[in-house]
């Protein structure tokens, strides 16, 4: 099973929004509705932002979104924050009870 | 409040096996798969494998297959991952994370592997 693709690193001002792809193959990311992203920063442990494509969890700021068309999940972050600064990582359910994370993007915050 | 507290870290040498054990707090244990993921030093996070801790069936991802035994303990709330064979690639920061969403996640425990 290979990494999905994610760009190396993204970057906006305060207040920008950014958005994060996420590539994929119908056997993974186009194939179900189970793509979840996390944040990571430097040291730390992961978090949660988005389950289930689109699902934010309790206490996720509702800047972060999320969605998907084809083989290609995204996530968009609106009204950048210094805060959102670390390296973010979408999954996907991949079938049989596997999963498959995507390469990680850096986030800056200009 | 949902904790996953993992074992401190290890030095092992290759050709050694390392047990990283992850006790869960705060929710009921049975209810959700525990899942293992590991990052190298300044990579990405790669998924290891899974285990239900409803009926111990567990599978993991194909490069581990051979080389990883995932186990809990319900009796005391607590799950392990087994590595085998390390090498030195395996050095790497391993995390337990909870259920589908991997919605909450231990702090890491780092194994190093070094002759």
């Known amino acids: 099973q290979s990494a999905l693709t994610q760009p190396r690193s993204v970057s906006g001002s305060p207040g920008q929004s950014v958005t994060i792809s996420c590539t994929g193959t119908s056997s993974d990311v186009g194939g179900y509705q189970y793509v979840s992203w996390y944040q990571q920063h430097p040291g730390k442990a992961p978090k949660l932002m988005i389950s289930?494509?689109?699902k934010r969890p309790s206490g996720v700021p509702d800047r972060f979104s999320g969605s998907k068309s084809g083989n290609t999940a995204s996530l968009t972050i609106s009204g950048l924050q210094p805060e959102d600064e670390a390296d973010y990582y979408c999954?996907?359910?991949?079938?049989?009870?596997?999963?498959?994370f995507g390469t990680g993007t850096k986030v800056t915050v200009l | 409040q949902v904790q996953l507290v993992q074992s401190g870290a290890e030095v092992k040498k290759p050709g050694a096996s390392v047990k990283v054990s992850c006790k869960a707090s705060?929710?009921?244990?049975?209810?959700?798969?525990i899942n293992w993921v590991r990052q190298a030093p300044g990579q990405g996070l790669e998924w290891m494998g899974r285990i239900s801790v409803h009926n111990d069936n567990a599978n993991s991802a194909q490069k581990f297959q051979d080389r990883v035994t995932m186990t809990t303990d319900t009796t005391t709330s607590t799950a392990y991952m087994e590595l085998r064979s390390l090498r030195s690639d395996d050095t790497a920061i391993y995390f337990c994370?909870?259920?589908?969403?991997?919605?909450?996640w231990g702090q890491g425990t780092l194994v190093t592997v070094s002759s």
């Open positions: 994370a909870r259920g589908i969403s991997f919605g909450y």
């Open positions: 999954c996907s359910y991949a079938g049989s009870l596997n999963y498959v």
């Open positions: 289930d494509v689109t």
């Open positions: 705060g929710y009921t244990f049975l209810d959700y798969d």
